[in-house]
Structure formats: structure tokens, C-alpha cells
């Protein structure tokens, strides 16, 4: 897991609550600024799953570098 996770998740969460907040009391301003945070947690979230993902492709191609003797 790293920091983009992390940041990623709690912005989203964050961004989740402030958007059912706004609804609960009828705020469009909340509504919308709640969504935009959540949007931007997730965007972040998968950012971080991607570098996640390619630190773990060069780890396995690595591995099977040392398996071949390269």
C-alpha cells in the first residue's frame, strides 16, 4: 500500500460523508463540493493501485530475469 492509496481513500470517504451531509441538509454546495472530493479520493486511489501494479509487474519480471540468469 502506498501514500496515493491511503490519501486516495480517506479523501474519498471525506468527500462521501460532506456529499450525504449536503443532502441530509439540502445543500447544493455541499452536495456538489462533497462529490468533486470524492471523485478526486478515488481518482487518486487508482493512481496509487497503478503504481501498486507496475511495482509488482517489475518485481515478478525481475525474478523471472534471475530464474533465466539475465
Known amino acids: 500500500?502506498?501514500?496515493?492509496?491511503?490519501?486516495?481513500?480517506?479523501?474519498?470517504?471525506?468527500?462521501?460523508?460532506?456529499?450525504?451531509?449536503?443532502?441530509?441538509v439540502d445543500s447544493p454546495k455541499h452536495t456538489i463540493e462533497g462529490g468533486m472530493k470524492e471523485v478526486a479520493g478515488k481518482t487518486q486511489k487508482t493512481v496509487g493501485n497503478i503504481k501498486e501494479d507496475v511495482k509488482d509487474a517489475r518485481k515478478d519480471g525481475d525474478r523471472e530475469a534471475a530464474k533465466r540468469g539475465m
Open 1 to 24: 500500500m502506498n501514500k496515493d492509496q491511503i490519501k486516495g481513500g480517506m479523501k474519498e470517504a471525506a468527500g462521501k460523508i460532506q456529499k450525504e451531509f449536503g443532502k441530509a
